[in-house]
Structure formats: C-alpha cells, structure tokens
C-alpha cells in the first residue's frame, strides 16, 4: 500500500503566479503541483492536491484525509488566520500536519502572525516560497508508512 | 399544525463520537438525532436536523427557519466564535434561538468564551453534553406554536 | 437516602419580581423556589433554597454543600463575573454545579461576559428565566443519587 | 465593448427589505438591482449583479472579476469585517473596487468598524442606504472603459 | 411626613481622622456625621447615617433605602471600584443615589478612575472632602419629597 | 428660498494641490470648491465653502449651519480623528452631515481610521478623491428641502 | 477687595437649552450665569462668567484666572477628554479649580470616562445639572479670600 | 508586654488539606496555626491566629491589629487579587504585614499574578507552603516589639 | 539672502519661568529668544520667535514657514502628544523641524511619552532644558542655506 | 557529603548599599554573603555565592547548579523580569530555585511586576530585604540533601 | 571556494538531549551538528556550528557571517523572543538567514508566539525537531554559492 | 584634573557606515569617535569612547563611569528598548547621562519608541545623526568639572 498525503491550499491561492508575484513568487500552483508529485513519487508517496476558496471544503477535506489515514500539508492561506473551524478540523483527526506559506507571514501585517493553524499542526515552513512544500513532504516522510 | 424547530449543527459535528471524546462525548450526532426526535415527537414538535461545515449554510438554514416560522436550536460549533455573518442571519429573521454547546465553552481556550451568536439568541446552555440538545427543546416548547 | 441540591442564589435576587422585570421577569424568587421544589419532589430531590447579598456567605454554603455531597445550581448574580473567592470553593468541592442566570448575560455589558463561576462548573444556563433553575434540575438528575 | 461593473452582495443582503428596515431601509435588493442597472444603461455599463452567503463564493466572484477586468462594487456585509480571504483577493486582482454599505457601519457595534475590505479598496461610502450603490457606480465611471 | 436619606458609608470609613489624613482630611465619621445632621435638620431631612466594612451590607441598605422611598448619599469607599452587586442593587431601586469621595479619586492610582457606583447614580461629587457630603445632600434636597 | 448646503474644510486642506498630492492629489481646494458649486447651481443648491486651521472655528460653523437649517458636508482633516467637541456640535444641530474625506483613511495610519465626526454623520465617503464632494452633494439633495 | 471665580465654559455650551436637552437640561446658559450670579453675590463673590469653543481660549483664560488669583469652575465640555493643554494650563497657576458637568459623564460613552481636566482640579461635580455650579460656587468658598 | 502577630486568613483555607492537596498540600489550618504558635512561643509573640471567609471580616480585623499595634501575616486567599478594601485598610492602619500564600501565585492563571495586598505590604512570601507562615513570623521578629 | 528659521512654541510656554520651574526650569520665554537670537545672529540666521495658545495658529505657522522655505524648531507643548492636524502640516511642508523639549517628556506622564510631532520631524531633543533651542539651532545649521 | 547551594546574583548587585539605599538598603554584597555562609554553615550547607551583570552568566551558573544538583537562591534583579533564557535554564535543570528580592517589586513600577523567573521557581520572597536570602536558606534546607 | 554557512544556537542549548525531552526531543546538540555536517558534506557545503548562552555573541557571530558571506541557520532560543539586538545584526549584514526551532514555539506559551528574528530571516521552520536545520540547509542550498 | 565623559556604544554601532546607510548615515564608529575627540579637546574634555556588543558590558561601564564620575553618553542600540538592567545601572550612578540615537527612533518601528534608558538620563538627543554626539557633549559642557 502507497503511502498518502493530501496538500490542500486555501483562498486565492488559484491564482499564484499572477497574485502578487513579489510576494508569492512567479510559480503557478499547477507547477508547485507538478513538482511536488515528482519528489513524492521518488519517495513512494501518493499526493492528493486540492485547491478551495471555501472555509468549509478545507474542512471537509481535513475529515476525509484523516478518515484515509493521510498525512496533510496545508497551505490555508487567510484562513489561517481566522479560521477556529479549520483547526478543530486538524485536532478532530489523527493526521499529521504540516502547515506552509510561501511568504514569510511574520514579516508581513500584524493579522498574518497569529495562525490557528499551527496550534493544530506539527510545525511550519513559512518564508521559503514553493520549496516549502517540498520540505513538508521530506518532513512528514518519516512519520507516514 | 405541528410545531417546527430547526437543529442546526456547524461545523466538525459530524465527527461526534470520534472527535475528542474526552471532551465532546461518546455519541454521535446520530444518536443525538435519534434521542432528540423521540423526545419532540412526544410534544408534539417536528424536528429539522442538520449539520454542514459550511458557514454560508447556516446562514441560508437560518433564513430558511425564519420563512417557516421555526424556532432554532444552534450548536455553531467554531463559528460561534467567529461569524458576525451568522448572528447577522440570525437578527434577520423572527424566529427564536437558543445556543448549544456539548462542552463547557468557558472552561476552554480564551477565543472559544466570545459568541456572536449569544448576541442573537434568548439564551444559551453549555456544557452539559448531548442534554443540551433535550433542555433546549423544552425550554423552546413554550414558546412555539 | 434522598437525593440533594442546593440552589444558591446571590445579591440582589432577593428583589426578583420589582427589579428590572424587562431584564429578569415578574416572578418573585419565592415563586421560583416554589416551582422548582415541586419539580424536585417530582424527582426524589431535597432542594435547599437559599439567598444572600453577602459573598462570603456564598462561598460558606458552597463548603456546606460539599461536606453534604449536595449538588449545586448557582445563580451568583453580581459576584459571578468578580468573586474568584467563589469560584476557588467551587473548586475545593467535590459538588457539581451549574451556574444559572435569568437573562442573557452575554447580551448585556462586557462586564457581564466573563463568569469566574464558569471555570468550576459543569455548565450554564443563561437567558432562560425561571426556567433556566428547571433545566439544571434536570440536567443535574442523572449525576446525583 | 461595453464597460462592466460587478456588483458582488454578501451574507443576509438577500433579506433586505424585511431584514431590521430600521436599520436596512425598506428596499428589497431586487429594487436596488433594477434602479441600479438603469442608472448603469444610461452611462452604457453593464451591471453584473450577485448576492450569495458564502464567503468563498465572494472571493471566487471577486476572482471572475479580475479575468474580465471588471470594475467592483462590494457590500461583503458581515465578511467585511472578518474576511482576510476577500480581502486578498481584492489584492490578487487588479479590478477597482468601491466598498458600500448601507448602514453607517461605523455608528453601529465596535466589531463592525474594522473592514478588512477596506484594505484593498479605493474608497468607502457608508451609511448612505441603496443610494450608495449609484453613488458609487458614478465614482467608478470616470475610471472604468 | 419628614423626607428621609439614606448617608451610607463603606470599607475603612471608620478610620476617618486617622486614615491617612493628607488624603482624607483629619474629620472623623462622627464629626461628618454630626455636621451633616445638622444641616439636614434646617431643611426637614431625616438622616440615617451607617457605616459598614461588607460589601454585602451595603446591598442590603440601599434595598432598605429603596423600600422606604429614601434617596441615598453614597460613599461606597473602596467597592465602589469592585462592587457590580452594589450597582446592581442601586439599579434595583427607585432612590436616587448622589456618589461622594473625600478624596479626587481621578487624581489618584488608575484602579480608583473606575467606578460601578457611577454608573447607577445621578452623580458624583469627589474631592471636596466632607464638605462633599453636605453639596450632595443640597442637591438632593429639590428631589426628594 | 433656495437650499444651503455648508461645505467645512478643516485643517491642512487649504494646502491641497501641493501637499503629498500622492495621497491627496493634485486638485487645489478653489478648484474643488468651483466644481462643487457648478453642480450645486444645477441642482439649484447655494454654496457655503469655507476652510479653517482651528477646531472651535469648525464647531462655530456647525452652529451656524444648524441656526439656518444648512445640510452639512465636512472634511474635519485630523480634527476627525481628534475632535470630540466637533461630533458634540454635529449632536447639538439637526443638519444632517455627510463626512468626505480625499483618501481612503481606512488604508492609513491606526489613529486615522477612528471619525468621532462618524458616529454624529449620515454617512461617509472616503477615498473618491475631490469626486467625494460632489457625491456627497448628490446624496443630500434629497434629504434637504 | 471682593473675591472673584472664573466660570469657564468650553465648547458647545453656547447652545445649551436647545442641545439635547434630554442629557443637559432646558436651562440655556445665560439662565444659569444669572443663577449663579445671584448666589455668588450673596457671598460677596464677583462671578467673572464664559464661554468659547475654542481650547486656546480656555487656556488664555485660565492664565487669566491665575494672573487675578482667582479661583475657576471650570465645565470644559469636550476638552475635558481631549485637552493636556488645558491640563497644563490650571497646573501652571495656583488657581484651585472645580471640575462642573451637567451630565453624569460616567454614564455616557467610554471616551468621556477619562479626564485630563481632574487631574489638576480640586475636585469634580458631575451629573447634578445647573446645580452643579452654585455646589462648586459654595465649595470654593471657603478656599478664596 | 509581649510582642502581638495577627496571622489572618481570607477565604477556602478552612478547608485546607482537603482542598485540591496538589495546590495547597495536606497540612489542615489548625497544624498551621499549632506548629506557628509553637515557634512563636519561642520567639515570645503572641500569635492570634484567624480565618473569614467574608472580605469585610478581613477589613475589620486589620482595624483591630492596628488598633493594638500587632504586626500582620495576611493569606488573603482570593481576596489578595480583588479586593482593593483590604488594601485600604493595611494602608490605614500601621502594623506591619507580610503577605503569604502557600502556592507559588505567580505559576498559576494570569488573574492571581495581580495582588492588591501586596501594594500595602512589606514584603510577600509564595509558593513556600505552610513553611511560609514561619519565614514570615521569623521575619517580622525583628520589627515587633 | 539671510537663513531663516521659525521657532514656534506652543500652549502655556507664555507662563514659563513662572509655570511649575522645577520643571520646566527659572528662565522666562523673552530670556530664551533673547540667547537664541544672539547665537542665531552669529551664524547668519534670521530667527522669528513666536509662542500660541491656538492649536491651529501653530498649524498656520507651519504652513507659514513651508511658504519662506524657512526650517522649524518646535516646542508644541501639550499639542506635541495631541494634534494630527500638526503633524499634518509639517508633512504638508518641506521645511525642516526639529522637535525641543524643555523637559525630559519620556521621565513623565504616560500620556506625554507618545508625539505626534516627532513622525514628521527630522529629530527630537528633550529634556536639555533652554539649551536644547540652542542645540536644535546648530543642529539646522547645516541644512539650511 | 555536604548539601550545595548556589546564590546566583545579577545585574547592578555588586553596587548594593551605595545604590539607591533607601530601596535596596546599606548592606553591601558581601555583607550579605558573610551572613549568609555563617547560617549555611550552622546547617551544614555550603554556599557559592556569585555576581554577574550578563545574562548568560547567570544561565552557565544555573546550569552548573543542575549539573552539580545543587539548589538555587536567585536573585537576577532586572533580567528577572526580562530574561526567558534564564526561565528556560531553570527549566531545564532539575534544581530547586527560590527567587528573591531585596525590594518588593510589587510596590514598584509596573514592569517589575511580572517574573519570568517566578515560572520557573518553587517560590518568591520579596521585600524582606538582605533577610530574604536567610530565608530562602531555611525554606531550601528540607528539600536538599 | 566552498559554500559556507553558520549554523549558531542560543541559551540551553547545550543542554538539548537532557532538556526537557518532550518538548525538545532526545538528540544532543553534537548529534544534531554531526549529522547536518554529513549532509552538508555531500552538498559541498561547510558548516561552521556553535552554541552560546550570551546575547551578544549570537550579534558578534552575525556579524562574523556577515563578513564570510555564509549564510546563517539561527535557532537562538530564548533570544528569538526578546533580542531586538539579535534582529538588529541580522538586518545590517547581508547573510541570508532561516530561523530554525526545534518545537513548535506556536504551540506553546504565548511570549514564545512573538519572533524578533522572524522579522530578518527568509523564512522560519518550526517543530519539525532536528530534522529542521537539515531541512533549513537544503532551503539555503539554492541561494548560496 | 580635565573632565571626563564616557561614550557609550551598543549592539551593532561597530558595523556604522556599512550598516543600512539610508537609516544610519555613512560615517564609521571610527569617524565619529575622531570627530568627537576633536570637539571634545577643544572644551578641556576626556573622552572614553567604546563600544560592545553584550548588554552587561553597557552596566559594567555605567558602574565605571560612576565610579569615575564621569559623565555618560549613551547610544545603547537595541538595549535602549529591552533592557531594564541598563536602565538599573545608570540609577545606580550619580553620573549625569545623555541618551543619543543617530536615526529618529520614533519615526521608526513601534518597539523602538521606548527607551527604558531614558528613565534614568537627564535627555535624548534622536534623529541627528553622528552630529547629535556632538550636542550631547556640548549639553553636558556645562553639567561637568
């Protein structure tokens, strides 16, 4: 049996590549994809890549991983930030998580540097563009099987 | 006419029974429907049970109550906290509220103690698990018709 | 052995039916004592019924309740939102509580949010009227014996 | 090729008319459409107009937006104030936005005074009912084309 | 019938004289007292004068007050800082209440800028010393029958 | 008898046109003014436009509006976010008052996105540019008579 | 050499009477000057008596005051909160001073809790209407000579 | 004449060594009050050894040391971080006190952290258990006389 | 043509001298300017000396010295911690200010600690007593010609 | 084998009784180490007494108290209330740390008020001068062997 | 010429393996270089490792990188949190940096939530235990040379 | 015996001139030293001029300075915002001080606004740049002998 991870990505990150570029870099989320599918197949690893603007499909797709017994990369974007629901969603499941941002959210507006994520999640890789991803999935490597 | 009360359920309800029992309890949100409804039936109440992540949803399932004439009972889980949206639905309409929480929302984190939806509703009854759910009906029984 | 409770109420209360009736309603605390005992003999419940403007008596009654094992429903008024003195005998007993209040407390002054009482109860039931010292009879029948 | 306004309507807007008209006025949102999109056809701007209660659907449409290089005009109602999602993706696109409401949000609850939209607007024009919606159609007419 | 009111006096009152005299002057209780009556006597006013060091006593005669139709002169000392049940107590009551300090409690330690007194009470008078008794009890005179 | 509008402009504004015109830009007050009466004359509203460097000058002319039935538009500059005396005076006249402001003020400084002038206006509108004058006028043409 | 007291009145004050007389009385101000006038001559007391909107004036005037050695009432309307200028002024002369309010401004908005005036008053009278300026006028007399 | 130390105890530690051992260890009030008055029989003090669980006993009997000149060792209980009355009443009288608590307040919740007591008190004593009542004995030895 | 610098000085510095000189030190304004000029005559500077009650005198004489391309040496008194519309205007000019203070404003108050002026000026120099116009003189020299 | 204790004193200490006696007292560092060591010798405990004006110093030393399982009396003055490096190197050894101080620190400025060391401690002693140290010796005696 | 980057750690550091093992994991500090070393190895990578409980020497060292050109791994620890001076260094050298913690500091007490160093780093990984500053070398790998 | 006066450096001033130019100008530490010197000469002044990178360095020299009775020039970096042992230090001494900043500290970020060294110095030179040593020592001129 293959291993599992889902990568889920939040508000406005469909746009990447054209949102912004000096903050979030000139990559399209299809390449952050494509790539990341390349590591995890070198790996062993089955990724399951989903992109939502809904609060409640980060959600929804939180319970599926942990009922697949998936480990998550989450990228919630501004839910991040407001959302208590996403991360009861994190605590209600067994799956590992691994929160990433491609901009270094401490360096930016005062509302970016509280996470509800992170109390919910492993750790975090923040500031290191899509390689963030990348990382994750060396990171939960070991914890998956 | 029989009477009609809305059971509105929010978001990570629908993993009841699996989600920290230790602080949610064991039954599911099944087993609560199932209780609940045996105990409207014998007062004469028809009840509406729903549960989604969704927090646009509740607001239409508010609006929904209020064209009906339906008195509400609400466990908006996370969004309790955070959906001005949702105590705005509920000033909206005409139709009574009465705000439940499985756990004792005051003895845990500091962002769980605020609710909007409190500013909407006739009362609320915390922490006294899925009994909550049966004391709300009586208290709303009164007031129905 | 009969069962108990004691039902604790705070300043203030002993004005019920003349103070502010829009807030609290037109029963006297003598009609709501009256009720709620016939409720409790319905149950097999002994209900000691008791006020005081005097924080310190509150906090003698709670002792007493727990040298009897009797469980609690508390309607501190005034002292629930500043008397961590209550709050620290709720502690020192083993007696369940729950904490009652006639209106809505988080539909009034932000003073009125935050209950010390909270942290040492098992629940609350707020901005049900006289009805609310029903429900917590209720609630509490299943704990004690 | 005609000029094209999106006029994006958040959560509970579908109510107006009957939704606190003390507050709201007596205009349901069909009549602010129609009168709107008159006073749109005579300065030969198309007026796309929406309304939903879910906040994802916002940042889609804000999205959807950007693709036709339509200008905005945004009542995100209760999302205004708590929606970091909306308000990015009014920053990812390039469309100009007017932020309305109709309501004087800042007379109103302290929790209404912040707007996350305002954020990623060019300007705000509150508390002047559905007039607020021509009056900001006719600020976006000299930079639209 | 003679008009009546109500002087009450809290926490530490009974040290006057002796109680740090630089703030609050060498006057004893009795002597204010003494003076008051006095003066009280040329207009027709019946005085009760009290002071106690419980909170809960306080409660107590301002419901005495509010029985007997008395207006009060309240100097709540220190509760008047702490005291929601005090406020509360006044609230519950149609006597018109005046609230004396000795001292300019504005100019002294922040936790002394914050009183619940005030928010029941026609009005203060603080920093007149004992001269401020017999002000309050001047302004009162009109209202009282 | 034709209808009066006073346009107050407060401190700094007579300096537009060269001051930070990248947040101000580059209109200077006269041709503000000129613009605004061109389209008051065509609504057949007569103009009083007036600026001043002091606060009370502002609060004389409030009063002088209220003594001669005059709607209201003002541009407080920093006293709207200072000037408790200047809400007092929008209180103490019946005119109704629309705030206009050049910039979006919500994308500012914290301190600027606080109006004392807000909680005493109909409304708001910030951001427009010198357009926001015109605008204002429009939106009180129906309100004054 | 007779005594004499500054009666300084800061902004708005002028419109007493008409200005929501529900919170300040019917009483205008020339009524109360003649009032007070009346009381201060049967005390041998010339009442030099003012108003102005603008803070400057207020703290000309105490200089004034200081210059004369005369003693001040002072109701400085709404540079009571904001003015550390006219703070500084009463500081700077050896004028004792007493702080009027017709309103109880304890009971009002948050931002008129505060006052700089207090910290450099003997005391404060406020809520007791009119009235409080005669309290004020026998409180100082004692004090001037 | 012997030395006097009044050693008084506020609220909940009538119960100690029932009440949650791990905070307050198992040592009951009355082992305090025998193994202090052993060591202070020593020392040739007269201890009397006191607890209320009523704020104004604690006032009264402050009074009472002062008025015999008996230095204090004060275990406020909750009262420590409530009650400003008790901090008046240290301050008005002369005695000595020291401040004790048998937990170390400072790693508890935030709302112990804050003492009144302390601000009227030589020194505090925490965290040290029944130990803290003979430092604190040993330390006001030199003092007394 | 001769350098120019205004020195403005603003509420209650008419009184120095007189005005609390353990603070604000014995020299009166007339003895500074005098010093002042006599230095500034040595370095080829025309000084215009000026002192106000006015907040908005200061502003007007700001946008004065912008006009003469003269720079700024500004004490604002108590208008340092309190007027935007100051600030405001020296952002709206391009003439150099350094803030002085006579006093150390960081060694007093809280409320004194905060300026205004000093987001709009070059540099700060406070507590240096008289010395510091002289200081800020030679500070100018070099960017003034 | 003897029982080991480390005094571990920090910054400004070694001016004790020339710096600020009236707070600190005349007793010099050494005084107090002679003292010290002649109570620790009648119990048979041996003292390292130290001072440092770096912070690191003092997290060495308390890692060499746990490596040498000796106990700990710290007084860290001012880094007490700055220094989380210090709290984690108690944290991280298994060393029993009393804090003292020589000054109540919680009659003193505010931010002397909170104690990152308090975190990590079993208990305070603070205000009881050069004496603290003695007393800490005795609490600590029990515990060590 | 090799790549070169400093890899520094703060106070308690040294003690990892021993420290509090839950939150920090089993591996000592000389494990976690031995094995980063091997892999910097293998990418042609020199890694200069050092640990100090000083402040300072975490700015010293900075500016050492600085001047190498390495770029920088920080784990400083209790510094993170307080050393503005840390940050400082950062900001004036031109060394890339990634801020490693071996916890997730978002997870724990709140004064562990704020990152001074955040603020001058790329980016930041979090929780991810020793396995972080493989993973931060693999980050810098792209960007050094 | 000439007069002496240390200047004092800290965290980060050794990389001046390199170090973000735009913010601190581009003179080294070097070249401020050598122009200071001169200055200094001229006035019969000693200067010892230093600098570090450890805050306890900052105490160690205050307490020579002290020692010495010279007087200090201070620019303590970083540790101007963060360090109260600094601030100890110098309250510890006798030794006048100048607190100097070469950028404008409160134009900058909002930590960088207070200086706990500014408690406990005569003054602040800020925003002058390398010629705000100079002044200081000009001021100090006439405090020194």
């Avoid at 062993?44 to 809904?54: A, H, L, P, S």
């Avoid at 991040?80 to 929160?99: K, N, Q, R, Y």
Wanted: overall charge negative; glycine content about 8%; some cysteine.
């Amino acid at each position: 049996m293959s291993k599992q991870i889902f990568v889920l990505n939040g508000p406005n990150l469909n746009l990447l590549g054209t949102r912004e570029p000096e903050i979030y870099g000139v990559l399209k989320l299809d390449d952050i994809e494509i790539r990341l599918k390349k590591l995890a197949k070198g790996l062993g690893i089955e990724v399951d890549f989903r992109q939502t603007n809904q609060e409640g499909d980060l959600v929804d797709w939180v319970h599926e991983a942990g009922a697949k017994n998936a480990a998550i990369i989450l990228n919630a974007g501004a839910y991040t930030h407001t959302s208590i629901a996403l991360m009861d969603a994190l605590m209600a499941v067994e799956s590992d998580c691994i929160e990433v941002h491609l901009s270094n959210i401490f360096k930016r507006e005062d509302f970016r540097h509280h996470s509800y994520v992170s109390k919910a999640s492993l750790g975090i890789i923040s500031g290191l563009g899509a390689k963030g991803y990348d990382l994750a999935l060396l990171a939960l490597n070991d914890s998956i099987s």
